[in-house]
């Protein structure tokens, strides 16, 4: 049973866009939190930008003012923009979804539900 798909990664040069997309169930996509996280090799994973279910966001430090994250009601559907970016940004990049609790921390150890990932690659 798939409940978090993602979609939208791909290679582009620094300094260039990407949109991510990651279609969600309806029941989680009703979770009070729903994040997007991204992984290099032999790193932790990291949590990028998360937004509530009242509609309030954060975001690492590293991507603020660069990457915006929203969601679609209609569509069940979770976004991350991602302008500017950097080579610094590669990683494969997951949508998650906290049933009960907020984004603020955004630890993965808080995540209930997880995709496959989308792998993003910024050239220099």
């Known amino acids: 049973q798939v409940q978090l798909v993602e979609s939208g990664g791909g290679s582009v040069q620094a300094g260039g866009s990407l949109r991510l997309s990651c279609a969600a169930s309806?029941?989680?996509?009703?979770?009070?939190?729903l994040a997007w996280f991204r992984q290099v090799p032999g790193k932790e994973r990291e949590g990028v930008a998360g937004?509530?279910?009242?509609?309030?966001?954060s975001y690492a430090g590293s991507v603020k003012g660069r990457f915006t994250i929203s969601k679609d009601n209609a569509k069940d559907t979770l976004y991350l923009q991602m302008n500017n970016l950097k080579p610094e940004d590669t990683a494969m990049y997951y949508c998650?979804?906290?049933?009960?609790?907020?984004?603020?921390?955004?630890?993965?150890?808080?995540?209930?539900?997880w995709g496959e990932g989308t792998l993003v690659t910024v050239s220099s």
């Open positions: 998650a979804a906290r049933t009960f609790g907020d984004c603020y921390k955004m630890r993965s150890g808080d995540m209930d539900y």
């Open positions: 309806g029941y989680v996509y009703r979770s009070d939190c």
């Open positions: 937004i509530d279910s009242d509609g309030g966001s």
